[in-house]
């Protein structure tokens, strides 16, 4: 079974520049999460798809941050623009269904804002 | 070797002993705990979990041990190996909370040969 990809897998720009993320969820799974993670912390949920609409979104930065999945299956995270504090590894999950029980992680994309 | 997440971020131990990794979590109504093994590039696969229900779990060479009273989460690992070198991260969720996993900082094991 083919896991969730993530592309690319490194990524540096610099500070007021676009970024964009992309992901593939295993087939099947209906629910999509993106995460940060900052070196030494644990996942950080920005947003969570069901099929093509947003579950939550509460911990994301909107001012800058987007995120779409618009036929419930690929997305893209962009961030416009980005800030220095933005440096991290964006990963991506899917799940058979919601709740995060055993969402399977992608390799993440490690974005540096210089 | 036994450490306490939140407060010794490394555990360091050699290889054929077994490992217990601490967690203490901080919702009373959290109601599902999951640990989650992340290696450096990758991204955190599951290990177990443990349902609030149990106080034990044991998977292969892995054993989650769950203690309500003090909402403190542990896991063993039997016979470290190399292989297990990693930063384990514990995670609880709770009902009513869109299930929404609350991930606490992660401890980093590393296995001396």
Known sequence: EA????SPRYKIIEKRQSVAFWCNPISGHAT????QQILGQGPKLLIQFQNNGVVDDSQLPKDRFSAERLKGVDSTLKIQPAKLEDSAVYLCASSFRGGSTEAFFGQ??????V | GESVGLHLPTLSVQEGDNSIINCAYSNSASDY???YKQES????????DIRSNMDKRQGQRVTVLLNKTVKHLSLQIAATQPGDSAVYFCAENAS??????IWGLGTSLAVNP
């Open chain 1, 3 to 6: 896991g969730v990809a993530q």
């Open chain 2, 41 to 48: 590039g990758k991204g955190p696969q599951f290990i177990i």
């Open chain 2, 33 to 35: 705990f999951i640990w």
């Open chain 1, 108 to 113: 993440g994309t490690r974005l540096t804002v």
């Open chain 1, 32 to 35: 999509l999460y993106w995460y």
């Open chain 2, 96 to 101: 009513g909370n869109n299930r929404k996993l």
